[in-house]
């Protein structure tokens, strides 16, 4: 079952600007982390973040964890057409390794 | 990181046959991998999880019989598609761990289709 759940769904912006994705999950995590998924291709794992980090940074990307609010946010500065993708938070339970799937995002960059 | 291979890319089979998707760790052994499933403009869905030597864990709904789903080595993930219908038509992505380093490297996923 998925326990994760983006905001928002879908999300146009135009070259340049930033883009902000939200993602809040349910139970106690080992680590968040965010995956991009061109059209009908694999995955391309961004960044990872553990439960006891509040922020990382990773190029043009900023990711946030807030483990009281069980959510986290996934920030791209100055985009660009490549951007343009589904991002997925995934969360991963201490349990068990598994990686539990967010429904997703997708960001279309406009010219 | 490392690497996950997945073999094949795609496949196209007809109804009523059968098809085996192989997940490999090329460059660590891994205790755990798991197999997800993703239609068209959807999340993955978890679908089970394999640990080398034991029977898979499969989640809510899927049904074993007809993913089997063997984890011989700590190398190798099989994941068969049994009397494959063209509702099984979907992408199919493996995942393999080490365990508790709360890491996962992905395979280039599958594409079914069944005609």
């Known amino acids: 079952s998925q326990q994760g759940e983006e905001d928002p769904q879908a999300l146009s912006i135009q070259e340049g600007e930033n883009a902000t994705m939200n993602c809040s999950y349910k139970t106690s995590i080992n680590n968040l982390q965010w995956y991009r998924q061109n059209s009908g291709r694999g995955l391309v794992h961004l960044i990872l973040?553990?439960?006891?980090?509040r922020e990382k940074h990773s190029g043009r990307l900023r990711v946030t964890l807030d483990t009281s609010k069980k959510s986290s946010s996934l920030l791209i500065t100055a985009s660009r057409a490549a951007d343009t993708a589904s991002y997925f938070c995934a969360t991963v339970w201490n349990r068990d390794d598994k990686i539990i799937f967010g429904k997703g995002t997708r960001l279309h960059i406009l010219p | 990181g490392a690497v996950v291979s997945q073999h094949p890319s795609r496949v196209i089979c007809k109804s009523g046959t059968s098809v085996k998707i192989e997940c490999r760790s090329l460059d660590f052994q891994a205790t755990t991998m798991f197999w997800y499933r993703q239609f068209p403009k959807q999340s993955l869905m978890l679908m089970a999880t394999s640990n080398e030597g034991s029977k898979a864990t499969y989640e809510q709904g899927v049904e074993k019989d007809k993913f089997l789903i063997n984890h011989a080595s700590l190398t190798l993930s099989t994941l068969t598609v049994t009397s494959a219908h063209p509702e099984d038509s979907s992408f199919y992505i493996c995942s393999a761990s080490r365990r508790y380093r709360g890491e996962a490297f992905f395979g280039q996923g599958t594409r079914l289709t069944v005609v």
């Open positions: 973040i553990r439960s006891n980090e």
